[in-house]
């Protein structure tokens, strides 16, 4: 039975102290191992990964990982899993140049989640997105609110691409900073432009309830028109 903070079992696993090179040097091979493997799957598997790319990475990080400090792991078959996975990465590359279908099942396709100023929420709520998510990411574009921008796509990378409208054909739209989205109310208090918090569709409202003709929500926010600052 261990007794606790047996330091010879917690730091070495009461493995000889020449392990420590053996240790060295499998990482040392893994680490060129990997390096090579990279430089195979061309560069974009170093940029913005697609979900199959982020399989190949971590499936690349499991296969180096046991080698470099495992004694009962030998080099030569963490570099055959290696092989394999090169090997299936181009494969699946090549297929998917060769088949549309493949190439969408594999990369996923761009969805567009706003369109002239409003959500396309059919599209929005397929998507694993939540709004304050999305709100983070167009503020981090400069945008204010839904009525500076055209349309908006979530790309198979994950990012969001956004279209503006010029200065002169911003509209009144859905405010997407936090101050003023946190003031969505049921209950309309003064006449005007709101924007529906849901939907985002802007309708000329005085004071009272409404619903939304879009959507059917019932929750609103005062609109605004201010042009983009980039």
């Known amino acids: 039975m261990h007794q606790s903070f047996e330091w010879n ?3 070495f696993n009461e493995l000889p102290l020449e392990f420590l090179l053996e240790v060295i040097f499998r990482s040392v091979i893994m680490f060129v191992v990997i390096l090579i493997a990279l430089r195979l799957t061309g560069k974009r598997g170093v940029k913005q990964l697609s979900v199959f790319e982020t399989v190949i990475i971590i499936a690349l990080g499991s296969a180096a990982g046991d080698p470099m400090f495992y004694e009962d792991v030998g080099l030569i078959p963490a570099c055959i899993v290696f092989a394999v996975i090169i090997l299936l990465y181009r494969f699946v590359t090549w297929l998917t140049g060769k088949s549309q279908w493949f190439e969408r099942f594999i990369e996923g396709v761009p969805v567009c989640l706003i369109i002239e100023g409003v959500f396309s929420f059919e599209s929005f709520k397929k998507e694993a997105l939540a709004q304050d998510e999305f709100f983070t990411e167009l503020r981090q574009k400069s945008i204010e609110h839904l009525g500076q921008v055209r349309y908006a796509y979530l790309e198979p990378s994950g990012e969001v691409s956004v279209y503006y409208y010029e200065d002169k054909d911003v509209k009144y739209g859905l405010p997407v900073r936090p101050e003023l989205f946190e003031q969505r109310s049921a209950k309309i208090t003064e006449a005007g432009k709101h924007a529906c918090s849901f939907c985002g569709k802007v309708e000329e409202q005085q004071k009272g309830t409404a ?9 609103w926010v005062l609109a605004i028109n201010s042009r983009r600052i980039a």
């Open 211 to 219: 619903v939304c003709t879009v959507c059917g929500h019932d929750k």
């Open 9 to 11: 079992r917690v730091l």
